[in-house]
Nanobody, 122 residues
Framework: QVQLVESGGGVVQAGESLRLSCAASGRTFNTMAWFRQAPGKEREFVSG??????ITSYADSVKGRCTISRTVNTVSLQMNDLKPDDTAVYYC???????????????????WGQGTQVTVSS
C-alpha cells in the first residue's frame, strides 16, 4: 500500500523558518512535489523535484525562500523568511505515471499525503 506521510507544519511568526518532510512508502516515485491550499483558494504548486537528476522547480511566490531536497523515498521543503501569505495546508504529492517530469497542476499527481498546516502570523 502506497502512503505519503507529511510532518513539520506548525505556527510561526513572519520571518521565521519551517522544514516540512514527507516519507513515501510502498513504492519509489520519480517526481515528488509540494502543493498548498489556503482557505477559499485552489490548490497550488509550490515546488517539485525529480529522483535521478534531482531537477527542481519552484513557484515564483517561493523562489529564493524555499529549498526542496529528497532521498529516494523522502522529500523535504525548507521554508525561510515565511510570510502570512504562506499560510495554508501543505500537501506532499507523488507522480507515478509517465511521462516523468515536474508538473505544476494537481491532477498530474496520483498520490497525496494528508496535509500539514502551516500558519504564519504577522
Amino acid at each position: 500500500q502506497v502512503q505519503l506521510v507529511e510532518s513539520g507544519g506548525g505556527v510561526v511568526q513572519a520571518g521565521e523558518s519551517l522544514r516540512l518532510s514527507c516519507a513515501a512508502s510502498g513504492r519509489t516515485f520519480n517526481t515528488m512535489a509540494w502543493f498548498r491550499q489556503a482557505p477559499g483558494k485552489e490548490r497550488e504548486f509550490v515546488s517539485g523535484i525529480t529522483n535521478f537528476a534531482r531537477i527542481t522547480s519552484y513557484a515564483d511566490s517561493v523562489k529564493g525562500r524555499c529549498t526542496i531536497s529528497r532521498t529516494v523515498n523522502t522529500v523535504s521543503l525548507q521554508m525561510n523568511d515565511l510570510k502570512p501569505d504562506d499560510t495554508a495546508v501543505y500537501y506532499c504529492a507523488a507522480r507515478s505515471i509517465l511521462p516523468a517530469g515536474i508538473m505544476t497542476t494537481p491532477h498530474a499527481y496520483d498520490y497525496w499525503g494528508q496535509g500539514t498546516q502551516v500558519t504564519v502570523s504577522s
